[in-house]
């Protein structure tokens, strides 16, 4: 019997993580979640400043663009935006 789900992120608990479409979401749970998101320490933009603003609508077209996912944890309950594209290499189809 074989796996379906892919291999869990670096960052992620082990099972349980789901994507989800960001437009399932009201436009308030989105903003909330991309303001979180970009609000987050670690997060690099190189030696530019932007605002809050732009930094939503930066991560936004990615969600829009597909290049970005968003993924939720039932066990933690949190919200984590991804590169699609890692997602893909670590074997999510999405």
């Given at each position: 019997?074989?796996?379906?789900?892919?291999?869990?992120?670096?960052?992620?608990?082990?099972?349980?993580?789901?994507?989800?479409?960001?437009?399932?979401?009201?436009?308030?749970?989105?903003?909330?979640?991309?303001?979180?998101?970009?609000?987050r320490?670690?997060?690099?933009?190189?030696?530019?400043?932007?605002?809050?603003?732009?930094?939503?609508?930066?991560?936004?077209?990615?969600?829009?663009?597909?290049?970005?996912?968003?993924?939720?944890?039932?066990?933690?309950?949190?919200?984590?935006?991804?590169?699609?594209?890692?997602?893909k290499?670590?074997?999510?189809?999405?």
């Open positions: 019997m074989t796996n379906d789900f892919p291999p869990p992120l670096d960052d992620a608990p082990d099972e349980g993580v789901i994507a989800v479409p960001y437009q399932q979401l009201s436009r308030e749970a989105l903003d909330a979640i991309l303001e979180d998101f970009v609000g320490e670690g997060t690099d933009y190189g030696d530019y400043q932007f605002s809050l603003a732009d930094k939503k609508a930066q991560v936004l077209a990615q969600l829009e663009s597909g290049q970005a996912t968003l993924l939720f944890d039932p066990v933690q309950q949190t919200c984590h935006i991804e590169m699609t594209q890692v997602l290499q670590h074997g999510w189809h999405l």
